[in-house]
């Protein structure tokens, strides 16, 4: 009986670690295509610096105005 739990666990032990190194081995292969593109992700940060600073310096006099209109309004409530 013993030997019978023994071969039993040795068997799902030895399954378990099958499984593991192919996870390992499946993580290796994704790292390894997924590193991307570095001067890419360069290319679209800066150009989404630029855009944001071009649309913020549209809009930044007209969002001062509403600002400054809305403390305005809300000194006068008391």
């Known amino acids: 009986m013993k030997d019978k739990y023994l071969s039993q666990t040795v068997k799902i032990h030895l399954a378990i670690q099958s499984k593991i190194k192919n996870q390992i081995q499946n993580n290796r292969l ?27 310096s549209i809009a930044a006099p007209k969002l001062t105005t509403i600002l400054r209109n809305s403390l305005d309004a809300m000194g006068g409530i008391k």
């Open 30 to 56: 994704l790292n390894r295509s997924s590193r991307g593109d570095v001067p890419g992700w360069v290319l679209v940060v800066l150009m989404t610096t630029a855009l944001v600073t071009g649309i913020w």
